[in-house]
């Protein structure tokens, strides 16, 4: 069993930025994908950003030239940048660990843009 664990969300204003982390605790991390979601009230979860287990990266069109995803595989850990963070970004962000047939997830960091 993986537990990931994020942290980093919080308030903040239009235009600002929030760094999330995710801490795993497999000592594999390097060997798996790893991935950035969100939730929003009433709507679906969505992919925000993904990295391969080679350091690939994609990221949803309403995030890119805005969002940064990254890992430090000595460490266990995944990060995701947001600048320029807009009100339609809120949302629950949660890590997601991905490959050889398992998928896990870490509780959640809640990321709130207002005023």
């Known amino acids: 069993q993986v537990q990931l664990v994020e942290s980093g969300g919080g308030l903040v204003q239009p235009g600002g930025s929030l760094r999330l982390s995710c801490a795993a605790s497999?000592?594999?991390?390097?060997?798996?994908?790893m991935a950035w979601y969100r939730q929003a009230p009433g709507r679906q979860r969505e992919l925000v950003a993904r990295?391969?287990?080679?350091?690939?990266?994609n990221y949803a069109d309403s995030v890119k030239g805005r969002f940064t995803i990254s890992r430090l595989n000595a460490k266990n850990m995944g990060s995701l940048q947001m600048n320029s963070l807009k009100p339609e970004d809120t949302a629950v962000y949660y890590c997601?660990?991905?490959?050889?047939?398992?998928?896990?997830w870490g509780q959640g960091t809640q990321v709130t843009v207002s005023l």
């Open positions: 997601s660990l991905l490959g050889y047939g398992e998928n896990y």
């Open positions: 497999k000592n594999s991390f390097s060997r798996y994908n």
């Open positions: 990295i391969t287990s080679g350091g690939s990266t």
